[in-house]
Each structure stands twice: as C-alpha cells, then as structure tokens.
C-alpha cells in the first residue's frame, strides 16, 4: 500500500505457508503486500525477539524506530513521525 505521503507498508508473515497467510489476508481486508519468511532466516536476520514487531524505515532504508511486540497507536504514531517529519500523526478515537 503506498500512500499519498510516500508511506509503503509491508507485512512480513514468519514461519506460515502462502494458503495459510492469503486466507488470513482476505479474511481481514488487507491492502498491503504480505510477504513470507518461510524459514525464518529474516527474522532471524532483523533480531525479531516477539511477535509482531514493527520497524519504521525511512526513504534512505535507515531504520528509524521499532518496537517489538504489540505496539499501542501512541508508538504507532511516533514511529510513523519518524519516518515522515513533518506529517502529524495521532491515534484516531481518542
């Protein structure tokens, strides 16, 4: 999914076999690549310790923040920021 912004986001599933991670992309509506790491060497590779992480990688492919596990929609916001200066970014709802 690229957005007017310049922000690509891509998934990367660990572990799961293209059936299981397609009808799990269906089933919830995702608009974005989901891509698999059928052994887990890129896991391995980024030094994934839980399950999901999450890394904000900015256009120069410089790492800029992360969080490892669940990540709450303030850390999703901030990693956002750090990736995108200048573009405002809040949880919704709240």
Same mark, same amino acid.
């Given at each position: 999914? /690229?957005?007017? $912004?310049? /922000?690509?986001?891509?998934? %990367?599933? %660990?572990?799961?076999?293209? +059936? +299981?991670?397609? @009808?799990? #992309?269906?089933? +919830?509506?995702? +608009?974005?690549?989901?891509?698999?790491? /059928?052994?887990?060497? #890129?896991?391995?590779?980024?030094?994934?310790?839980?399950?999901?992480?999450?890394?904000?990688?900015?256009?120069?492919?410089?790492?800029?923040?992360? %969080?490892?596990? @669940?990540?709450?929609?303030?850390?999703?916001?901030?990693?956002? @920021?750090?990736?995108?200066?200048?573009?405002?970014?809040?949880? $919704?709802?709240?």
């Amino acid at each position: 999914m /690229l957005f007017r $912004s310049g /922000l690509q986001v891509l998934a %990367v599933d %660990v572990a799961e076999d293209a +059936t +299981t991670v397609g @009808a799990w #992309a269906r089933r +919830t509506g995702a +608009t974005f690549p989901v891509l698999l790491d /059928l052994d887990g060497g #890129a896991a391995k590779a980024w030094e994934v310790a839980a399950y999901p992480s999450h890394f904000w990688i900015d256009a120069a492919g410089v790492v800029r923040d992360a %969080v490892q596990g @669940a990540a709450t929609a303030d850390l999703m916001a901030h990693g956002l @920021a750090q990736v995108l200066p200048g573009v405002q970014a809040a949880p $919704s709802g709240g």
